[in-house]
């Protein structure tokens, strides 16, 4: 009985040590360190049946310097809204960057008929991020193609967006 066990743990520390695998970092000069960076989240309201993604896919042109693009869909019980935007940031110091770029948003109404709505605009603003996990931006948005008749009819807005990962 004694040999039948250790004999199943000798099999089962053989089975644990084979299936780990090396953690070796990439020298700092290396092309092997990747340049792209990505983020997203998705979920579903079931009660309402509406739909709200996110996503952003970053790329390191320089230490200081990277180019985004960024993209939401939000399904709502009246309306679908599909936001794309690219950006360019630079950070002047390790933890505030600024930002610059012009994005679309598709408004599409449902069940009214019509075409959709596709405001342009152009933003600029500011960000921090004291940790990996906390970003807070200021972004003055303008938009353009817009009259007080349309959907999103709000000619410049300010806003302060904050996001927190976990």
Same mark, same amino acid.
């Given at each position: ?10 099999? %089962?520390?053989?089975?644990? *040590?084979?299936? $780990? +695998? ?5 020298? @700092? ?5 990747? &340049?792209?960076?990505?983020?997203? %989240?998705?979920?579903?309201? *079931?009660?309402? $049946? +509406? ?5 952003? @896919? ?5 230490? &200081? ?102």
């Amino acid at each position: 009985m004694f040999n039948l066990r250790f004999v199943l743990f000798l099999f %089962f520390i053989h089975m644990v *040590l084979i299936g $780990q +695998e090396l953690i070796e970092k990439p020298p @700092v000069d290396s092309l092997a360190i990747s &340049k792209w960076s990505s983020d997203g %989240f998705s979920y579903a309201d *079931l009660g309402t $049946q +509406e739909q709200h993604s996110y996503f952003s @896919v970053l790329f390191e042109l320089d230490p &200081k310097f990277y180019a985004e693009l960024q993209g939401f869909y939000n399904s709502h019980r009246i309306s679908d809204v599909l936001d794309l935007s690219t950006r360019v940031k630079w950070y002047p110091v390790k933890k505030v960057y600024l930002f610059s770029g012009v994005g679309i948003q598709v408004d599409r109404t449902k069940g009214f008929g019509g075409l959709p709505i596709m405001p342009t605009r152009m933003f600029k603003g500011v960000g921090y991020e004291p940790n990996k996990s906390i970003k807070i931006e200021a972004v003055y948005d303008l938009n353009f193609n817009t009259t007080n008749a349309e959907f999103n009819a709000t000619p410049s807005l300010f806003t302060l967006k904050g996001k927190y990962r976990f």
